[in-house]
């Protein structure tokens, strides 16, 4: 019978998914023999009764600071999880992809502990929360933490989805307006910004399955299209279409869907 972890891709709203991964990550983290390291897992995830709990264990942790204790934080969280149980089965799937895109990802438990972006990205999915319940100082507070702490910032009132993988992390910057649809994966330094020329809606749209390549800066109210790949430190100012692969500073497009074209002179 096929395992859990055959059966990629999955979608979070499956029925026992949630269950599912918690039991592989578990059996996963729990088997460990190393005695120096057992103590970090029975802590963070073999002491846990569900996903939820270690993941509210695990964020406030990390966040906590002299003006918030970790047992206030602990108590947002928890509430917050509670409230929204959407974010604890996006965060089992950022995991989930991670694990299924990510070579040097050896299982589910490694990014659950040691991705600083899968974790910018759950304290992201808790402010987003905290911004649309009108909490804003307290949404702040945590976009701020996770940028002293991770060195990843990400507007609270952005849009993002889920199966997304952060990979790295250091130097993310995440506009307010920009909307970032599922199954994306960025890399460090990479600048989803405005232009600096307007204000509303300013930043961009990245559509679904679009790889974003390291220290990209995408700039502008434009749009990746879906499953776009942007090039390492390219500087994209205008729509790239889907399934198209942009590079360059200026980017222009080299590849186009699944065939090779020469687009030397495509503007975007
Ligand atoms: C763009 C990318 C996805 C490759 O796509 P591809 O379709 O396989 O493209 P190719 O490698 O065949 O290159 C096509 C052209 O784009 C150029 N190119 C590729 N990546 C580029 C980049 N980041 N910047 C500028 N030019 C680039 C190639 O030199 C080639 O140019 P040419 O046609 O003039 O010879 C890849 O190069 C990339 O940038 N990936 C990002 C990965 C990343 O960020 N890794 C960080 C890990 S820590």
């Known amino acids: 019978m096929a395992t859990f972890l055959d059966r990629f891709p999955h979608s979070s709203s499956e029925p026992g998914f949630l269950e599912e991964f918690w039991t592989t ?26 996903f939820a709990s270690a993941l509210t264990s695990l964020i406030s942790a990390k966040l906590t600071d002299r003006a918030m204790s970790e047992a206030a ?43 600083k972006g899968f974790h910018a990205l759950q304290s992201y999915r808790i402010a987003h929360h905290l911004w649309l319940a009108g ?17 990843i910032d990400i507007h609270p009132a952005a849009r993002i989805g889920q199966r997304i993988t952060i990979d790295h992390g250091t130097g ?6 920009t909307i970032i649809e599922d199954d994306v994966s960025l890399f460090q330094g990479v600048t989803l910004g405005g232009t600096g020329k307007n204000s509303g809606q300013r930043h961009p749209v990245i559509r679904q399955g679009c790889m974003i390549g390291a220290g990209a800066k995408i700039l ?23 399934r198209s692969t942009a590079v360059g500073n200026p980017a222009r497009i ?12 495509y503007q975007i």
């Open 25 to 50: 990550m578990r059996a996963q983290a729990c088997g460990c023999s190393d005695a120096l390291i057992q103590g970090l897992f029975a802590v963070n995830i073999c002491n846990h009764a569900d």
């Open 73 to 115: 934080l602990m108590h947002l969280v928890a509430s917050t999880l509670e409230a929204s149980p959407d974010i604890v089965r996006a965060a089992a799937s950022d995991i989930v992809a991670t694990f299924q895109r990510d070579p040097a990802c050896p299982d589910l438990a490694t990014p659950f502990l040691f991705f």
């Open 135 to 151: 909490r804003r100082p307290l949404a702040y507070h945590f976009q701020s933490r996770v940028n002293e702490k991770f060195g």
């Open 172 to 177: 993310i910057v995440i506009g307010e307006t």
């Open 220 to 242: 502008g109210h434009l749009e990746i299209g879906a499953h776009a790949r942007v090039g390492a430190a390219s500087v994209v100012l205008g729509n790239v279409p889907p």
């Open 254 to 265: 080299v590849r186009f869907g699944d065939m090779d074209q020469d687009f030397t002179n």
